[in-house]
């Protein structure tokens, strides 16, 4: 059984699926910056370009042709 405070509590990318080491790996594939993981929208943001990936069923689409623009 897990409590609050237990280290073994999923972060909100395990929540969803996302394995937060892949997050960690994960750039945007037009500027090749850090993406935020928004976990209430399941999108990984890139500031930089002004799009929002995907994320379906745990599996991030860094497609641009699939992106929402910000």
Do not use: W
Not at 31 to 58: C, I, M, N
Request: one cysteine or more.
């Amino acid at each position: 059984m897990t409590t609050p405070n237990d280290t073994n509590t999923p972060s909100a990318a395990e929540a969803s699926g996302l394995d937060p080491r892949v997050l960690e790996l994960l750039v945007c594939p037009l500027t090749k910056t850090t993406l935020h993981y928004d976990r209430d929208a399941q999108e990984l943001v890139s500031e930089q370009a002004g799009l929002a990936f995907p994320v379906r069923g745990g599996i991030p689409i860094l497609l641009v042709e699939e992106a929402r623009r910000l």
